[in-house]
């Protein structure tokens, strides 16, 4: 079965500041991971995904995430966050091949950026 | 095509009564996902649809929760008997492929009382 883990449960930082979020998975196999934000009465939406290649992937809002697969590990990284990166911040990992379909979720990071 | 739409949006219910939720996913999507959160948690799986076959469902879903997909588009979640450990968020999702990234819905908020 796969799980995943959020080590951040809230973040707090200025605007400008650096940001890293911490994510890793347990699962044997193959994997497609992903970055989901909820923004403020807003619903789930992909900030960025792994499937493979490059382990170094960029996604909207100046986000990118780095897999390290010997870590099981995608953290999530902003050289400068804004006030409107204030949101709820949830990886997520699909099992690829015969065990595909669901995704399943950390218990996701609460960041809020002061201006 | 505008998303994922889900409806009610918001659900107040008395212990013991039954509730249908719906799901419209995106229209070429066959894939259609429920999930269930709670405050201070991730979303966890429920049950997942290719098409109108129910190909997965989780340990989560005891026999008061049933959902159907009956030609392929929209699903229905039903809960029975509902109990107050029922409330939650329960989002629904689609994707074209599956592990490709889903689609989220607003959620329906349920609350029982």
């Known amino acids: 079965a796969q799980s995943v883990s959020q080590h951040n449960h809230h973040v707090i930082l200025s605007e400008a500041a650096s940001l890293e979020l911490g994510c890793n998975y347990s699962?044997?196999?193959?994997?497609?991971l992903f970055w989901y934000v909820q923004y403020p009465g807003q619903h789930l939406q992909l900030l960025l995904k792994?499937?493979?290649?490059?382990?170094l992937v960029k996604g909207i809002k100046g986000f990118e995430a780095e897999f390290i697969k010997s870590k099981f590990s995608f953290n999530l990284r902003k050289p400068s966050v804004q006030w409107s990166d204030t949101a709820e911040y949830f990886c997520?990992?699909?099992?690829?091949?015969?065990?595909?379909?669901?995704?399943?979720f950390g218990d996701g990071t609460t960041l809020t950026v002061k201006p | 095509d505008t998303g994922v739409s889900q409806d009610p949006r918001h659900k107040i219910t008395k212990r013991g009564q039954n509730v249908t939720f719906r799901c419209d996913p995106i229209s070429e999507h066959n894939r259609l996902y429920w999930y269930r959160q709670t405050l201070g948690q991730g979303p966890e799986f429920l049950t997942y649809f290719q098409n109108e076959a129910q190909l997965e469902k989780s340990r989560l879903l005891s026999d008061r929760f049933s959902a159907e997909r009956p030609k392929g588009s929209f699903s229905t979640l039903e809960i029975q008997r509902t109990e107050q450990g029922d409330s939650a968020m329960y989002l629904c999702?689609?994707?074209?492929?599956?592990?490709?990234?889903?689609?989220f819905g607003p959620g329906t908020r349920l609350t029982v009382l």
């Open positions: 997520a990992v699909n099992a690829v091949g015969t065990n595909a379909g669901k995704s399943t």
């Open positions: 999702a689609s994707s074209y492929r599956t592990s490709d990234e889903q689609f």
């Open positions: 792994y499937f493979s290649g490059d382990p």
């Open positions: 699962y044997g196999g193959t994997v497609n």
